[in-house]
T-cell receptor, first 113, second 112 residues
Framework: GNSVTQMEGPVTLSEEAFLTINCTYT??????LFWYVQYPGEGLQLLLK?????DKGSNKGFEATYRKETTSFHLEKGSVQVSDSAVYFC????????????FGAGTQVVVTP | DAGVTQSPTHLIKTRGQQVTLRCSPI?????VSWYQQVLGQGPQFIFQ???????GRGNFPDRFSARQFPNYSSELNVNALLLGDSALYLC???????????FGQGTRLTVV
């Protein structure tokens, strides 16, 4: 079955630092890949996506590139803000899954002023 | 446009009771999925419905059931509640089964 491995948190950073959250996955076929963000007490928000190999998804200063060779989809942001403090989830969506997203445990990011 | 809406936002139930959670998808979306998120963990897939038919089911007991209505809204039912059912229940909608999903704010269920 599909699975996701994310780096464990919490990741604690100072404001304006560089953020990387590693994500590797296993999935049948060539899945679409998503990053979701969850702020405290809220549901999940779609942050960015990539639907095929070498695609780069980007949004709000975050970027992630679909690496088929390494089955990875690492999330990066060049300069984080306190408002980026949240839990981040990487999730593949297999082509034959009928919409079943496979989530890992998530990575908590804490940005301090 | 309104996003995915879920109701209620919070509720408290007693062990053994039954609960119904509701979800309205984004206008134009025909697929609804349900996820359970226990505190500190990632969401776990429960069900997916598309065009009123069940298309996927996760590893949950038969106490969990769902349905989708002609207007594409959905209900999740959980019978004989256990303490371990306490979680945030998330609904997600998408245009069809294999496309990006948008989540609601969730229903926080506490079983006491």
């Amino acid at each position: 079955g599909n699975s996701v491995t994310q780096m464990e948190g919490p990741v604690t950073l100072s404001e304006e630092a560089f953020l990387t959250i590693n994500c590797t996955y296993t999935a049948t076929g060539y899945p679409s890949l998503f990053w979701y963000v969850q702020y405290p007490g809220e549901g999940l928000q779609l942050l960015l996506k990539a639907t095929k190999a070498d695609d780069k998804g980007s949004n709000k200063g975050f970027e992630a590139t679909y690496r088929k060779e390494t089955t990875s989809f690492h999330l990066e942001k060049g300069s984080v803000q306190v408002s980026d403090s949240a839990v981040y989830f990487c999730a593949p969506l297999a082509t034959d899954s009928w919409g079943k997203l496979q989530f890992g445990a998530g990575t908590q990011v804490v940005v301090t002023p | 446009d309104a996003g995915v809406t879920q109701s209620p936002t919070h509720l408290i139930k007693t062990r053994g009771q039954q609960v119904t959670l509701r979800c309205s998808p984004i206008s134009g979306h025909k697929s609804v999925s349900w996820y359970q998120q226990v505190l500190g963990q990632g969401p776990q897939f429960i069900f997916q419905y598309y065009e009123k038919e069940e298309r996927g089911r996760g590893n949950f007991p038969d106490r969990f059931s769902a349905r989708q209505f002609p207007n594409y809204s959905s209900e999740l039912n959980v019978n004989a509640l256990l303490l371990g059912d306490s979680a945030l229940y998330l609904c997600a909608s998408s245009r069809q089964g294999g496309t990006e999903a948008f989540f609601g704010q969730g229903t926080r269920l506490t079983v006491v």
